[in-house]
């Protein structure tokens, strides 16, 4: 079963009405920021269907929607239950994937990395919020990739293939170090040196492709197995030497990035600030301060509570449209 991310984006009236309500409860709300709201909700059936569902939910919660003072944190913290609520079903596979990955042979924790000197003289390097079986047999070398990430130097043994299962996927050594990193029922292939032979079981047959030093591959079910393209091995093995670099990556992908790293959640109110384009080098042991950040580089708020950010859109700069990257 897939599960929606726990930072899923909602539908944009939701937000728009979501957004409404954290500004209305934060304390700081005026009587025209109310009379503004619902004027906003009469300018047409979508505004009155995702403002009555918001207010719904916010009530149920806990709340009357009723203009009053009230805390900034209160308001902020029922808003993030509201969307973990809308979001739905964010926790249930965990950090490590599947429940049966909770029993993987080797398994790191948030912000810890690890290196397993295998039976056969390989390596294998597990970043953050890892989990891998080990499965070494007289005719085989396989390691199951449950969820994260790992970097493996292979030992050549013509006799034992050497195979990473991930998803659906395998990637096979030949005689090579890559890097595997696991997204649900898909996986992003790096190599670094020699190459690999990666194969995917989709639809009614398997694709199978060669991979060279300083190229990657990814497959998923909704875009089978890709052809390889020449990356930046060492921006995407950055994790090894504790960095991690964004090049104009969205911001939905770094927040899912930095949940690999650090405690508590991270929430997106607004989707349009999810495609803000981050760059820059950041410490995976203080990915707290690329949070800081952001509203230096973006046009968003931070909102903090313990074990809880909330970025939202900051309403005094415009947010321009970006293309999303591939």
Do not use: C
């Not at 569902?53 to 913290?77: D, H, M, T, V, Y």
């Not at 390596?123 to 007289?138: K, Q, R």
């Not at 050497?162 to 395998?170: E, I, K, L, S, Y």
Request: glycine share 10%; net charge neutral.
């Amino acid at each position: 079963m897939t599960h929606q991310p726990a930072d899923a984006p909602l539908d944009p009236m939701t937000e728009a009405a979501l957004s409404w309500l954290v500004r209305l409860h934060s304390g700081e709300a005026s009587e025209q920021d109310w009379s503004d709201y619902q004027a906003w909700k009469a300018a047409g059936v979508d505004q009155r269907r995702a403002a009555d569902r918001a207010e719904r939910l916010w009530q149920r919660l806990g709340p009357a929607l009723r203009p009053k003072r009230r805390s900034k944190a209160r308001g902020i913290a029922v808003a993030i239950l509201l969307v973990a609520g809308l979001a739905g079903g964010g926790f249930a596979g965990g950090l490590f994937g599947p429940p049966g990955a909770y029993f993987a042979d080797h398994r790191t924790a948030l912000g810890e990395r690890r290196t397993v000197a295998l039976a056969d003289g390989s390596t294998m390097e597990l970043d953050a919020g890892t989990s891998v079986d080990i499965d070494f047999g007289a005719d085989r070398r396989r390691l199951v990739l449950h969820a994260g990430q790992i970097f493996v130097t292979v030992t050549p043994d013509p006799a034992r293939p050497f195979v990473v299962q991930a998803g659906r996927g395998t990637t096979r050594a030949l005689g090579t170090a890559f890097d595997v990193r696991s997204d649900g029922e898909g996986a992003r292939i790096v190599v670094t040196e020699h190459a690999v032979r990666v194969a995917y079981a989709g639809a009614g047959e398997t694709a199978t492709t060669d991979v060279a030093a300083g190229q990657q591959v990814t497959y998923a079910p909704a875009t089978g197995l890709g052809r390889p393209e020449p990356v930046d091995t060492g921006m995407l093995t950055a994790w090894r030497r504790g960095q991690v670099i964004f090049d104009g990556r969205p911001l939905g992908d770094v927040v899912a990035e930095l949940a690999r790293y650090r405690r508590g959640r991270i929430l997106i109110t607004d989707s349009a600030l999810r495609d803000l384009p981050v760059t820059g080098i950041f410490s995976t042991a203080d990915a707290d301060a690329l949070v800081d950040a952001l509203p230096a580089i973006l046009p968003v708020r931070v909102w903090r509570l313990p074990g809880l950010a909330v970025i939202q859109r900051d309403p005094d700069r415009p947010v321009a449209p970006f293309p999303r990257q591939n």
